[in-house]
């Protein structure tokens, strides 16, 4: 029996992990959860699961929630350090959305266990110090992000290869498929969340339709699997049946496949030598039509970016990853419109914040900064 523990365990990742849990309940236990502010559906997590602690980030959260006695609750940052490390824990799941998981992530990298590694923003905003810490401790990474965990299969469980030639990270394109960005400025929020194939947070919905996802997600690749950017294509696919491609040095190209479902990676990221069993949507491959395109060209700018954060290191990733939160968030709020989201992040990218300190204190710091600047952009653009 494995012990997990999901942080963000309200959220759409949470659910999926929730429900491959309950189809291997026999090999998988969940032991503890975290949350933020969810109360109602972390109540029901509870209610079903009886997790023996729940840690609540939100005080108010944790003051109002009716408790159960089977379980302990937690509120202090030093609680949850403690949770993250409790022996009994098998696999930390890290399924907070943005830099709002990079402490927990940081946390696990320190605890010599398995971490299934959804949160893609801890690593962008601070993979320099994250990966060399998960290296130091020998906490294995897995990722679940769909494109990552395929990539991870089709090097067979090695991270990073000599024989690999290149990798496509496939992408939908999101509800936005064929437009142009000028094609973009009067779309609605309720238009952006309107995802063809993946049903996900908002704020992981919002970089698909920008296609800023597949940026975030190129940086994320090049730290996890500790391969140069050149390595990486980005390509459209609008299926999303084939969730990467490796192509090795002698010609062969292996790739995953499956329907748009996240629990298939997370089922894969959870099991030990044997596969888990769990309900899924067959592919019917007579009838399968798979597509695939260039990455649009008026997103280039964009790429390039998400390139250069590869390639020079340092804070950049916090800036990216910071001046893409505001705009996302502003956007959200309806303080920009969808197309000032690249915007946000050119303007705030241009700002001289490089550092070459990569403490946790340095990230936070550099993540307020850009949070500063790139909110007086937003204002700018009214
Ligand atoms: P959601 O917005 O659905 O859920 C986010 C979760 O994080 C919630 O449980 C939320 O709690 C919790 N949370 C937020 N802030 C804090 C905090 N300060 N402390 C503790 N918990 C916190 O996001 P998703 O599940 O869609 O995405 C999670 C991550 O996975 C993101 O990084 C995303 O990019 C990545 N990802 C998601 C995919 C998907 O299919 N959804 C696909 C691939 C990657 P509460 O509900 O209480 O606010
Ligand atoms: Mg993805």
Redesign the pocket.
Known sequence: MKNILI????????ESVLSVIKQNYEKLNLFGI?????IS??KQIIDEFSPSFVHI??LM?YNNIEKSENSSYLNSIEDLENLINHQDIDIIVC????F??LN?THMAAHTGKKLLL????SIVAGGDLILPIAREYKTEIIP???EHNAIFQCLNGEKGTEDVKEIIITASGGPFLGSSVNDLKNVTLQDALDHPN?K?????TI?SATLVNKCLELIEAKYLFDLDEHYFDLVIHPQSIVHSIVTYVDGSSICQMSSPD?KVPIAHALSEKNRLTIDFNSLDFTSLNLTFQEFPKDRMEIQNIAREVCNEGSNLGTVFNAANEIAVESFINGEIKFDEIYEVIYRTFTIDHVSNDLSLESIHDIDTQTRIEAKKVVKSLN
């Not at 942080?7 to 949470?14: F, P, Q």
Request: hydrophobic content about 35%; glycine content about 20%; proline content about 0%.
């Open positions: 942080l963000g365990a309200t959220g759409s990742i949470g975290s949350f933020n502010q969810n559906k972390g980030d939100d959260g399924a907070i959305s943005g709002a998981g927990a959804a949160n893609k923003e679940i992000d769909s993946w996900m947070g908002k704020k992981v970089d996240m």
